[in-house]
């Protein structure tokens, strides 16, 4: 089933809000068998609405929108919809009945704005989709020109009518479809011309399975897709895919789907029965924030120290003053101290350390902005290594955070 997404709002075009229900809308329908050929974003105009779902229909016959379906001036999907398809619009009592109803459970029964009356109005011929979320019902309107669905754009609400009125149905018109499905492998500590290298000989044996890589700041996503199978068959291929990767990938893959480093390492440390404490300087903490934002983090996780000033990292972490002035904040010494320090002090098994220069200024030639020194103490032993992370100070902190999360997963990895 080919379809076209559309969605509306000057807000958008305007770049003043992210449009996160394109990208529902294109996963929910990609996973049912439907195939979007278009996704487009317009104004709050009557003619830019008509061309694109005019266009959307003659193209594939089913069109999906959101937004402009509330009480406001500029909401105007509806009437720009109707208008296109030649179709008055209509009161409808149930509909009132419902939105007297929304107000009343608000404890405001009676006092209902006029401007609300527009959305007890639908479309001749038009499907009412019960929205329990909110005031503007969905609307399935078909035509001879196609069919056209017509969604709120407020974000939960889209959701709660996709999953709830509009998927189940569009699963009975396409029987028993083909699906397209995907699945993610994340890496981190490789490049992303590394990871092409290293996958070069392996695509033709994924086929028709295919992988796209997605570099992010904090790594590069693996996107594993197989296209146009039944369902039962698109589990397997992924899973199967999956698994031809996995020894391909090594150390450098550290989790499916959604899957954060930090928990990776929690669970890690768990595993082991190993406690952690963590020393941070141009971090400024983020590296215990990730950690402590897992769900049962405090089983390992004894604290931290942010030693952010030079004088604090022999005060607090027994860093050695001739150290610090011989060989800078800033360097594999002090690192290994801060890490050690921090164990000690904790009384923990394994520390972890961050000190950088993450900018705008503080740089040398020897060195830079984006310098980091990182190190990762398991029981005895130490894991170093000098970084030179791209980007501004906000990259660089995000980029050392996760490259020390990582050091420290590789560091308590089995053999």
Known sequence: MDLEVVTIGSELTLGLTVDTNAADLCRSLSAIGGRVRRVITVEDAADAIQTVVGEGLARTGVVVVTGGLGPTHDDITKRAVADLLGRPIVPDATLRQQLEAWWA??????EMPAANLSQAELPAGATPLANPRGTAPGLWIEDPRGL????PGVPHEMHGLLEEEVLPRLRTRAGD?????????RTTGISESALADLLRDIAEHLAPTTFASLPTGSGVDLRLTVWGVPAHAAAERLAAAVASLRPVLGIHCYGEGDEDLAAVVVERLRATSRRLAVAESCTGGLVGGRITAVPGASAVFAGGVIAYADHVKPRELGVAEAVLTAEGAVSEAVVRAMARGVASRFEVPCGLAVSGIAGPAGGTPEKPVGTVWLCAV?????HTVRLQLPGGRSWVRQRATQAALDLLRRALAPG
Request: aromatic share 0%; proline share 4%; charged share 20%.
């Open 148 to 151: 056209v669905i017509l969604l």
């Open 105 to 110: 459970r608000l404890g405001r029964a009676g």
């Open 378 to 382: 398991v029981e005895s032993e130490e």
């Open 177 to 185: 479809p083909l699906v397209t499905a995907s699945c993610t492998l």
